[in-house]
């Protein structure tokens, strides 16, 4: 059973910068992914960022593009989300998710993940 931990969110001002964690416990099969999601009040939860460690390759939404980077530890089990130039309209709460046997194609369907944090509040200021 994979178990996924999320830290380092918090509040912050417009133009500001934050990093998410996320640590993995438990043991993935095949080509897996970890990705980030996100929820703001009244909402759908929504992709924001994804990593396969197999061949390294990542994915954002457009809505971040340029701005969020995802990155992973494999020592450490551990993925990150820099997140740069926030906006208040990145405020929402911050989910961890991981899946087993991946492709590049579902990375963005929350559907698809069975493995899910807690979740991080990040809040932007005006």
């Known amino acids: 059973q994979v178990q996924l931990v999320e830290s380092g969110g918090g509040l912050v001002q417009t133009g500001d910068s934050l990093r998410l964690s996320c640590a993995a416990s438990g043991r993935f099969f095949g080509t897996y992914a970890l990705s980030w999601f996100r929820q703001a009040p009244g909402k759908e939860r929504d992709f924001v960022a994804a990593i396969i460690p197999t061949g390294g390759h990542t994915y954002y939404a457009d809505s971040v593009k340029g701005r969020f980077f995802i990155s992973g530890d494999n020592a450490k089990s551990t993925v990150y989300l820099q997140m740069n130039s926030l906006k208040p309209e990145d405020t929402a709460v911050y989910y961890c998710?991981?899946?087993?046997?991946?492709?590049?194609?579902?990375?963005?369907?929350?559907?698809?993940?069975?493995?899910w944090g807690q979740g991080t509040q990040v809040t932007v200021s005006s």
């Open positions: 998710a991981g899946a087993d046997m991946m492709s590049q194609y579902s990375v963005g369907r929350a559907s698809r993940y069975p493995y």
